[in-house]
């Protein structure tokens, strides 16, 4: 036991993608203190880190929100093609099918436990495997990509609906022009893979008969739930998870695909900056205490350019300072939070791998494809 007394306590977990590892840094760090939470509201990849922390598959909440560090691109491969074929999935049946015979086959389950999970090996077969997945993409498509095949590998949906505390997320009805909130007990992989359809990048996704698109393309933190009387009662300490709101974030582009990324993010980062603020100033009038974690001063200048970035180091190394800032955050904030000091003990082993591998010196390509034939 962890804890002094127990302290009504919410978290909003905020939009943000690939830097939502700065996200499951944080909630690493809030596991091994044994932090729970009575009101979890999420909006866009926040959605996918608070059930990474409250209903992940195989019951190991570490374990989940650490994979999710792992699953960048390798370096040396982002560098010649800069997607992470591993989250962006070709559309359509045939793709689905495809990749589902693919999971079956022995010689790629071989090849997948050869090479090193961010590997260049590993990875560029992984690539070979995606551009040969055959697709329905054309241009009456509504999206690019399908909509997060592998989320089921991740979250326990079954065990979503038994998890103490109340979840929320949102996501934007096309048909009502209006903005819903689901709760825990509304929770599917269906309603999750609407609250993703960010435009362009995926498809409206119709569930109950309505088209919705992301919710966090236009609210990127869910406030507007934690405003409502009903939820309000159940917290006296709010915690700010937000990853978008930092003007530090808006950088000149590198090259033209940089420039439409942050094409996506640049109006976000205003919105998210004004709504955490008002946020805060009207739950200081009601008498609540809104404690924000501080991510982005652990961030150096020389790492923004590339902060939205699916490589393998980029999302191991925002792991890492998420982490940092939520071990620096429970240590100012802990007792506030009702839990007892840390005892100093050793971390559990929560990141070891991805520490290591982040610090260990890559082999170049050559060396890697040498090592691979020398096996035969």
């Known amino acids: 036991m962890n804890h002094t007394h127990h302290v009504k306590t919410g978290i909003v977990l905020g939009g943000g993608a690939p830097n939502s590892s700065l996200i ?23 959605a996918l880190m608070g ?14 929100l650490s994979r999710w560090a792992q699953i960048g691109v390798s370096d040396e491969l982002y560098k010649l093609f800069p997607v992470n074929h591993k989250v962006f999935m070709k559309p359509g049946d045939h793709a689905h099918q495809f990749r589902q015979a693919m999971a079956k086959n022995p010689w790629v389950q071989w090849h997948r436990e050869m090479f090193p999970q961010g590997s260049f090996m590993h990875d560029m077969f ?17 999206g690019l990509c399908a909509h997060l095949p592998f989320v089921e590998e991740y979250v326990d949906f ?7 505390g109340e979840f929320y997320f949102n996501a934007f009805n096309l048909d009502t022009s209006s903005m819903e909130v689901w709760n825990k007990e509304q929770l599917s992989a269906e309603r999750i893979r609407a609250a993703f359809s960010f435009p362009l990048i995926y498809p409206p996704y119709e569930v109950d008969g ?30 700010v998870a937000d990853i978008l709101g930092s003007y530090r974030l808006l950088q000149k582009p590198r090259n033209l695909y940089d420039a439409w990324v ?20 009207q739950m200081a009038q009601h008498g609540k205490t809104v404690l924000q974690l501080d991510f982005y001063k652990n961030v150096p200048d020389a790492w923004l350019p590339e902060i939205f970035d699916w490589s393998d180091s980029n999302l191991k190394r925002l792991f890492e300072v998420g982490y940092q ?33 982040h610090h260990t010196s890559p082999l170049s390509p050559t060396r890697l494809f040498e090592n691979a034939l020398a096996m035969f």
């Open 325 to 357: 800032t939520g071990q620096e955050f429970l240590d100012e904030h802990g007792l506030l939070l009702g839990l007892l000091p840390a005892t100093g003990k050793p971390a559990r082993t929560h990141h070891a791998a991805v520490r290591q591998m």
């Open 24 to 46: 499951a840094g944080a909630l690493v760090a809030f596991a091994e203190r044994e932090m729970e939470f009575d009101v979890i509201s999420t909006s866009g990849a926040g």
């Open 158 to 164: 079954d065990l979503a609906h038994r998890m103490p």
């Open 262 to 281: 942050k094409s996506i993010i640049t109006p976000l980062v205003k919105i998210a900056h004004s709504d955490t603020k008002m946020y805060k100033m």
């Open 126 to 142: 992984q690539l070979a495997w995606a551009s040969m997945t055959p697709s329905n993409l054309n241009t009456k498509s509504l």
């Open 51 to 64: 059930l990474l922390y409250t209903c992940p598959q195989g019951g190991d909440r570490v374990e989940a």
């Open 210 to 239: 309505h088209w919705y698109i992301e919710g966090a393309s236009i609210e990127p933190l869910n406030f507007e739930v934690m405003t409502r009387p009903e939820v309000e009662e159940h917290v006296d300490v709010v915690i």
